[in-house]
């Protein structure tokens, strides 16, 4: 069947460090991956894409990677801020009109 | 969450009762779609829409009907409420399907 996993442990770091975020796929070819943040009592907002032919996108603090060779993306915080901790979900397109996402991870960044 | 309205926020059925989960939009995004969010399950897709007067069915649809009457607006309706159904709806809009897609705030139901 085709499945989206993203690590159900919630993730606690060290403010200032690097956190890293795993989202790993079986069964699918997406044409891209998404992902984005999500605070308590609220919808998730977006923060980057990235397509099956890049290797790599940054914006600000963020990195994402997608290997589709691996069924593999990874998402990267760099100098960590408490205001960062929140759950990340990841989303991938199926090719046909629609998206669907992970579980989410939850990052805690401590002070 | 601008541009996505969703009411009402918070909502208590009981078993059997029926009631429409209103979605509005003013960015004039053709794309629309119906989410639920369940602890360790993620967001699962009921129904979405590629524009008005065209709908087609997600991953969990049993339960739920939709229609798109105008660009703006994208009812979920539950014809007889289960307590399987509790759950958070969120309603997200794109420019299409594979942009990226914007969410409302969300509608927490109980169903008893």
């Known amino acids: 069947s085709q499945k989206i996993e993203q690590n159900s442990e919630a993730l606690n770091i060290q403010e200032g460090k690097t956190a890293t975020l795993t989202c790993n796929y079986t069964?699918?070819?997406?044409?891209?991956l998404q992902w984005y943040r999500q605070d308590p009592g609220r919808g998730p907002v977006f923060l980057l894409l990235?397509?099956?032919?890049?290797k790599e996108k940054r914006k600000e603090r963020l990195k994402v990677t997608f290997d589709t060779t691996l069924k593999q993306s990874l998402f990267h915080i760099t100098a960590s801020q408490p205001a960062d901790s929140a759950t990340y979900l990841c989303?991938?397109?199926?090719?046909?009109?629609?998206?669907?996402f992970g579980a989410g991870t939850r990052l805690f960044v401590k002070a | 969450n601008a541009g996505v309205t969703q009411t009402p926020k918070f909502q208590v059925l009981k078993t059997g009762q029926s009631m429409t989960l209103q979605c509005a939009q003013d960015?004039?995004?053709?794309?629309m779609s119906w989410y639920r969010q369940d602890p360790g399950m993620g967001l699962r897709l009921i129904h979405y829409?590629?524009?008005?007067?065209?709908?087609d069915q997600g991953e969990v649809p049993n339960g739920y009907n939709v229609s798109r009457s105008t660009t703006e607006d994208f009812p979920l309706r539950l014809l007889s409420a289960a307590p399987s159904q509790t759950s958070v709806y969120f309603c997200?809009?794109?420019?299409?399907?594979?942009?990226?897609?914007?969410f409302g705030p969300g509608t927490r139901l109980t169903v008893l």
């Open positions: 997200a809009i794109g420019r299409g399907p594979t942009d990226t897609q914007y």
């Open positions: 990235i397509r099956e032919n890049e």
């Open positions: 069964n699918y070819s997406p044409a891209y």
């Open positions: 989303a991938l397109d199926i090719r046909s009109f629609k998206t669907i």
């Open positions: 829409s590629v524009g008005a007067g065209i709908t």
């Open positions: 960015m004039n995004h053709e794309y």
